[in-house]
């Protein structure tokens, strides 16, 4: 079914897929030549920065906006979504320098690390507002704009970080400056686009409209949990020393990176305003059982081999990523709102406790555990919307494995 409609939507999903890949080698270049062009207490504030920038246009523009306008047509809020989602990052921005400060990690990072984070901030507000016009132009059919957002800025990242290091350090925010200007440049680009493309007013969708609101409040509670507290893992692994929180940084993003190009790639293109017409389910299913494998595995591996007990666990947190991704998606568009709730409200829940645990005390599983921990409360939740009990067993046994490796951290 999927295969099928792809096919009929190729003209579309060609463009898009480039426009990713293209985005996404961008963005892992850059990423990767934080700590092969800067310190590594440098390339750790780089990569708080990093993370605090693209918050809110994965959080708030894509998991929010973008979820709630999906099968309503007649939704016509876009200025202030735009503008709540601008505001996210410098917001987030402060709440990190305040964390570190606390951890004692700020001083560690270097004198930089407070106007490294302030510039992503600002360049995050232009990313996420940009993005949310972005987000329109995708739902009437233009899905390439939504899916090049990062692509500029991206760039300018990588030439900022490479001549920062060419210059022998002289700039050093070199890179985080022209990623936050492209940001907004491009920002206003997407506003003009989307402001002279006219929506139909169809008034007989405005009871579905009516129903945004709601969904839109349920999902900006999950928004916390995807947005703030990200910032709060990847602080607490500073603790760990200086390099650790940008290698683990690198290597969550080479994985959500896959998962933009393979995955959201198709999303991307199938969900706008019409509504699915496909299954899903098997897929998540196969999904689920291979999750599950491979917890096992990093709960029974450790004491014979550490790096198998590694690359377990991140074998499980990136299928659980794949699988939350669709499911999620297929969740928002089919509007099930309570289940949106239960979902964000175990989520959030769950998430505060294991992020409170990971500042206790922090490790690398358990750093890859409180993300898993979230796609595993997604699971059992798309387990009730499937009407699959493997697909929440799978879930409930995943989360209890990622709490494990919070808990015990390996």
Request: hydrophobic letters at 55%; glycine letters at 10%.
């Amino acid at each position: 079914m999927i295969l099928r409609r792809l096919r009929s939507l190729g003209g579309r999903f060609g463009p898009v897929l480039a426009v990713t890949i293209s985005s996404q080698l961008l963005s892992a270049a850059a990423i990767i030549s934080f700590p092969l062009t800067m310190s590594p207490a440098f390339a750790d504030a780089y990569a708080l920065g990093m993370q605090t920038g693209t918050a809110a246009l994965g959080s708030v523009v894509i998991g929010v906006v973008y979820n709630v306008v999906i099968g309503r047509p007649a939704f016509r809020h876009w200025g202030i979504s735009a503008t709540a989602a601008a505001v996210v990052s410098p917001a987030l921005a402060g709440a990190t320098i305040w964390l570190l400060a606390q951890l004692g990690s700020l001083p560690r990072l270097g004198p930089d690390a407070m106007p490294v984070l302030v510039v992503f901030a600002v360049g995050g507000s232009g990313l996420a507002f940009g993005g949310t016009f972005a987000a329109k132009l995708a739902c009437l059919g233009r899905p390439v704009a939504l899916a090049m957002v990062p692509l500029v800025p991206n760039a300018g990242l990588l030439i900022g970080s490479l001549l920062g290091w060419l210059l022998g350090g002289m700039v050093p925010l070199l890179g985080a400056i022209l990623w936050a200007s492209f940001s907004c440049i491009q920002a206003v680009t997407f506003w003009s686009l989307a402001t002279r493309v006219k929506q139909e007013d169809l008034r007989n969708e405005r009871g579905e409209a009516a129903k945004a609101g709601p969904h839109a409040f349920a999902l900006s509670v999950g928004a916390v949990t995807s947005a703030v507290l990200p910032n709060v893992y990847l602080s607490a692994v500073t603790l760990l020393g200086a390099g650790v929180a940008s290698i683990l940084f690198t290597v969550g993003r080479i994985g959500t990176s896959v998962v933009g190009i393979g995955v959201n790639s198709i999303l991307l293109v199938l969900y706008s305003w019409k509504k699915s017409d496909f299954r899903v389910a098997g897929g998540v299913r196969a999904l689920a059982i291979a999750a599950a494998t491979f917890a096992t595995a990093a709960l029974l591996i450790p004491n014979l081999n550490q790096s198998l007990s590694y690359a377990g666990t991140v074998l499980m947190w990136f299928i659980l990523l794949v699988a939350s991704a669709v499911a999620l998606r297929e969740m928002n568009a089919r509007g099930r709102v309570g289940l949106v709730v239960f979902k964000v409200s175990l989520d959030l829940g769950v998430s505060l406790g294991l992020a409170a645990l990971l500042l206790i005390s922090p490790s690398v599983t358990g750093f890859f555990g409180a993300y898993s921990a979230s796609q595993s409360v997604t699971l059992v939740a798309a387990g009730c919307m499937f009407k699959s009990p493997t697909i929440t067993a799978a879930g409930v046994y995943c989360l209890v494995v990622s709490t494990m490796m919070v808990v015990f951290g390996w």
